[in-house]
């Protein structure tokens, strides 16, 4: 009775933590879209910045010969670039207050943009220095201008970390960026922050949103040839399916309760990769993910893994082969199932409509380690299982061989 009890609450526990995930991620699910809903700003070194995003881009196939898009050219097929609409940075009023009301620049914020390969050009190490904002120091040579970011620029690198600057004005409490887009010319992995020097702006905050875009979508670099690869894959099953089919009707007077399982699972791909390819298309299109198609195409790769690894583990029992049922274990077998569907579920819910990235170690092995555990068990268990399978095979088969 007590085991009943542990076995239903540990089930209720789980599917109370997937629904709290997506309570969660419901949060997360735009990628190529980055919103911002008044987060702050952390020190480091003196400077204080922000984390805006960061994503693989490839270089636009079609340049517009300026950083900017023309504001008239409203094609963007062709293009790579990262766009900023409605940022807003709004300081404290403490801060606002202590400024006079009569000077135009009373507070400075600037969002810069740098590829992967170019944050050593970020802050004063090419001067020598740890710091990230310029001080009266290190100004005095020209390499930098006191309170904004030291930027080490190149003119044979047209293409390096690029400045937006935004001022506050006066007293005013809030300031908005310059609706811009920076056209991205050469392929990486890019970063994009907003920093301040300025310590009387501790406690600014930033809202708004960034849309990073692909010459051929919104899909960001590392997830672009997924389109491909589950478009591609969603052909084979479809062959597959078609093959087995044949096959099924030609033998059907043969047929086992085996290859209805496996029928089930070679329709659970199928679906699979169907859902992923429109998931991915979607998203390339829109530059949101569809939450409704994920959730789905989650689910239905959550529900192939299990039966997959069930189907393996009941055929190394000799389910079929040697035994008609699985007997007492059914039950065993069945928690195993349900158990690493529910781990498998979470894992894939953060890794698609979040980032798991953003999670510390610790939540990152909360998730991971179950589904690596389970999978674990099941190869554990699928080898004891052959093993003492294979033995009762060849003892059937051992009077017949001495006899002979």
């Known amino acids: ?39 702050t700003f952390i020190r480091r070194s003196n400077s204080f910045f922000f984390h805006g995003g960061s994503e693989g881009l490839y270089a636009s196939k079609i340049h517009s010969g300026n950083d900017k898009l023309a504001s008239e050219d409203k094609t963007i097929d062709g293009k790579s670039f990262i766009r900023f609409e409605s940022i807003t940075f709004r300081r404290t009023k403490e801060s606002a207050e202590k400024k006079n009301e009569m000077q135009q620049r009373t507070g400075l914020v600037e969002a ?80 994009l922050y907003f920093m301040f020097c300025d310590p009387e702006l501790v406690g600014t905050s930033i809202s708004g949103r960034t849309v990073w875009r692909n010459p051929d979508g919104y899909l960001p670099g590392k997830m672009s040839p ?26 059907w007077k043969d047929i086992i309760q085996l290859h209805y399982h496996i029928s089930a699972v070679i329709g659970l791909g199928m679906c699979e990769m169907a859902l992923w390819y429109f998931e991915y298309a979607n998203f390339n299109s829109t530059g949101t993910r569809p939450m409704g198609i994920t959730m789905w195409a989650v689910t239905f790769s ?83 299982s052959l093993s003492k399978t294979l033995e009762k095979l060849q003892m059937s088969v051992l009077p017949i061989s001495w006899m002979e």
């Not at 969603?234 to 009707?249: D, E, I, K, Q, T």
């Not at 698609?352 to 380690?369: A, E, M, Y």
């Open 1 to 39: 009775m007590g085991h009943r009890e542990s076995t239903k609450y540990d089930l209720h526990s789980n599917g109370f933590i997937i629904i709290l995930m997506l309570v969660y991620l419901n949060t997360l699910v735009d990628a190529s879209i980055h919103e911002y809903q008044d987060d």
């Open 302 to 384: 959550a529900v192939k893994k299990t039966v997959s690894r069930l189907l393996l583990l009941v055929v190394s029992m000799g389910y079929g082969v040697v035994r008609p049922t699985l007997g007492g274990i059914t039950t065993k077998v069945v928690l195993l199932g349900v158990i690493y569907f529910v781990a498998s579920e979470a894992l894939e819910l953060v890794e698609h409509l979040g980032n798991i990235n953003d999670f510390s170690g610790k939540t990152r092995l909360f998730l991971v380690l179950p589904v690596a555990l389970l999978d674990a068990c099941f190869i554990l268990w699928i080898f004891s």
């Open 226 to 251: 997924l389109m491909t690869f589950f478009g591609l894959m969603s052909l084979a099953y479809l062959v597959l399916g078609l093959f087995w089919f044949l096959r099924f009707v030609q033998y």
């Open 112 to 191: 810069i943009v740098l590829e992967v390969r170019d944050r050593e050009k970020i802050g004063g190490s090419y001067l020598n220095s740890e710091a990230i904002c310029c001080t009266p120091e290190l100004s005095k040579d020209g390499s930098c201008k006191v309170g904004e970011v030291i930027i080490q620029q190149k003119p044979d690198n047209p293409d390096g970390p690029k400045r937006m600057q935004t001022f506050f004005e006066g007293k005013n409490e809030e300031t908005n960026m310059e609706l811009q887009t920076i056209q991205i010319n050469r392929t990486g992995m890019y970063y």
